[in-house]
Nanobody, 121 residues
Framework: VQLVESGGGLVQAGGSLRVSCAAS????????MAWFRQAPGQARKLVAT????????SYADSVKGRFTISRDNEKNMVFLQMNNLKPEDTALYYC???????????????WGQGTQVTVSS
């Protein structure tokens, strides 16, 4: 299984960015997906989740109303649209996949290497 994130970069506060994750080696349409992030010196935190068919999503309180998770099961990709970015959103963003269509835990089965998002003030 391979998860490859892309789309990170440097953006000013208030700006937008979309990060993507391309998945291979798994039955993507049967897999719940998630985005996590880890800032320097901090633990990895769950940002958003989406179930296998894309009709159920959840968000950390810190990103509700600003971030949107979505997926394209034909292209085996999951996305995180980030709007109104804040300096505290600066982190390494990881995508993760579960071997279940619905998953509410933190112990995902597969992880990408991450893409850096830096928000300047």
């Amino acid at each position: 299984v391979q998860l490859v994130e892309s789309g990170g970069g440097l953006v000013q506060a208030g700006g937008s960015l979309r990060v993507s994750c391309a998945a291979s080696g798994l039955t993507f349409s049967d897999s719940a997906m998630a985005w996590f992030r880890q800032a320097p010196g901090q633990a990895r935190k769950l940002v958003a989740t989406i179930n296998a068919n894309g009709d159920t999503t959840s968000y950390a309180d810190s990103v509700k109303g600003r971030f949107t998770i979505s997926r394209d099961n034909e292209k085996n990709m999951v996305f995180l649209q980030m709007n109104n970015l804040k300096p505290e959103d600066t982190a390494l963003y990881y995508c993760a996949a579960a071997n279940n269509g619905i998953y509410y835990g933190l112990d995902y089965d597969y992880w990408g290497q991450g893409t850096q998002v830096t928000v300047s003030s």
